[in-house]
T-cell receptor, first 114, second 111 residues
Framework: ETGVTQTPRHLVMGMTNKKSLKCEQH?????MYWYKQSAKKPLELMFV???????ENNSVPSRFSPECPNSSHLFLHLHTLQPEDSALYLC?????????????FGNGTRLTVT | TQLLEQSPQFLSIQEGENLTVYCNSS?????LQWYRQEPGEGPVLLVT?????EVKKLKRLTFQFGDARKDSSLHITAAQTGDTGLYLC???????????FGKGTRLSVIA
């Protein structure tokens, strides 16, 4: 069983829907991340939380809204998405947030926006 | 930009063959990591290399960090079907910046 659990595994939503992705880590790490993985593109870092404070926001559109209520949980709230937002959304955690850290990834949520 | 170029983009080989995939950058980096992502799963860290010229071995996988700290290679000996997956390299430029990933090499090993 992975130390980082993401739910749901698959999500189909219309452009007017509001949904949330959930991530939980059981590793005692102090940093959590959201990445977007699209075909033919590198993994794109979206948000980083270190000690529950957002330390990185890579020019992500406001239709994506992260929330980190504690060091074990991370959410990504979605609203009025576009079809180009369809992708695999990966959550990761680490001890420490930058440099040659060891990222532990969940298995992702496959999002389809119709 | 701090892009990482990985080649080849796709590779399909027979079981038992050897292969090498590459990761290159135009700028020096402080460390380089290799991850493998199997279908339906998230990436899993294979190795971190930090010293120019460093070579690390993980069973049939050999990782090398270039002397100039701008490139790295992954060599697999006698590939097995279980090696199938997306191989991602990720670099760290300094101690206080996030990792930058390449697009990956998608490897398919056929029995």
């Amino acid at each position: 069983e992975t130390g980082v659990t993401q739910t749901p595994r698959h999500l189909v939503m219309g452009m007017t829907n509001k949904k949330s992705l959930k991530c939980e880590q059981h590793l005692g790490h102090n940093a959590m991340y959201w990445y977007k993985q699209s075909a033919k593109k590198p993994l794109e870092l979206m948000f980083v939380y270190s000690l529950e404070e957002r330390v990185e926001n890579n020019s992500v559109p406001s239709r994506f809204s992260p929330e980190c209520p504690n060091s074990s949980h991370l959410f990504l709230h979605l609203h009025t998405l576009q079809p180009e937002d369809s992708a695999l959304y990966l959550c990761a955690s680490s001890q420490g947030g930058t440099g040659a850290i060891h990222l532990h990834f969940g298995n992702g949520t496959r999002l389809t926006v119709t | 930009t701090q892009l990482l170029e990985q080649s080849p983009q796709f590779l399909s080989i027979q079981e038992g063959e050897n292969l090498t995939v590459y990761c290159n950058s135009s700028s020096v980096f402080s460390s380089l990591q290799w991850y493998r992502q199997e279908p339906g799963e998230g990436p899993v860290l294979l190795v971190t290399v930090v010293t120019g010229g460093e070579v690390k071995k993980l069973k049939r996988l050999t990782f090398q960090f270039g002397d100039a700290r701008k490139d790295s290679s992954l060599h697999i000996t006698a590939a097995q079907t279980g090696d199938t997956g997306l191989y991602l390299c990720a670099k760290s430029v300094s101690g206080n910046t996030p990792l930058v990933f390449g697009k990956g090499t998608r490897l398919s090993v056929i029995a």
